[in-house]
């Protein structure tokens, strides 16, 4: 059984740093042609791909967040955590993540999501 | 960044109505599209992957095609559960984009 779960701070001020965490399991990250996702969606708005990384721990970001994500693996732990510096209120967000194919690039199984609100 | 633009944004049917949505990619995305589906409160569920692959679980009633930059999800038999919002999304280039989403109501 696959499953995902993000965790992490349910509210953060502007200008801070976000650190959310994927923990999964049924399934690891040294697989070929596997690879976890983040993706956002603020309220009633659409979903925006944020970051990929790999099995291989090639990595791939939105060019627009670029400067201000990084996204690394603990395959030992089969742990995921994106980092996105100075948050602002337009980054409140229900973030999840997910696990990745590379055959028609689809993500396949999704975290429940978190909230995350940007306020000071 | 490849837009994907869906059409329409919202509809409204019946149980049982054949429902079809559009998504247009700005460039040929050849068969790296994925269509999703989004109940309220709910994180997205992969409904068809590479155009028109089934993932498992999924009832038959959904189904996908198209090529080039025109891609159709079609559910043949609406059901209560189908109730939601569909998302199509490309990963033929570098950003990742989903299209603004469909919300399907009654």
């Known amino acids: 059984q696959i499953t995902l779960k993000e965790s992490g701070p349910a509210l953060v001020k502007p200008t801070q740093t976000l650190t959310l965490t994927c923990s999964f399991s049924g399934f690891s990250l040294t697989t070929s042609g596997l690879a976890v996702g983040w993706i956002r969606q603020p309220p009633g708005k659409a979903l925006e791909w944020l970051a990929l990384i790999y099995w291989d721990d090639d990595r791939r970001y939105s060019p627009s967040l670029q400067s201000r994500v990084t996204i690394i693996k603990d395959t030992s732990e089969n742990h995921v955590v994106l980092t996105m510096t100075d948050m602002e209120p337009d980054d409140t967000a229900t973030y999840y993540c997910?696990?990745?194919?590379?055959?028609?690039?689809?993500?396949?199984?999704w975290g429940q999501g978190t909230l995350v609100t940007v306020s000071s | 960044d490849i837009q994907m633009t869906q059409s329409p944004s919202s509809l409204s049917a019946s149980v049982g109505d054949r429902v079809s949505i559009t998504c247009r990619s700005g460039q040929a995305i050849g068969t790296y599209l994925n269509w999703y589906q989004q109940r309220p409160g709910k994180a997205p569920r992969l409904l068809i992957y590479g155009v028109a692959s089934l993932q498992s679980g999924v009832p038959s009633r959904f189904s996908g095609r198209g090529s080039g930059t025109d891609f159709t999800l079609t559910i043949s038999s609406l059901q209560p559960e189908d109730f939601a919002t569909y998302y199509c999304q490309q990963s033929y280039g570098n950003p990742r984009t989903f299209g603004q989403g469909t919300r399907v109501e009654v």
């Open positions: 997910a696990r990745y194919l590379i055959g028609a690039g689809q993500f396949d199984f």
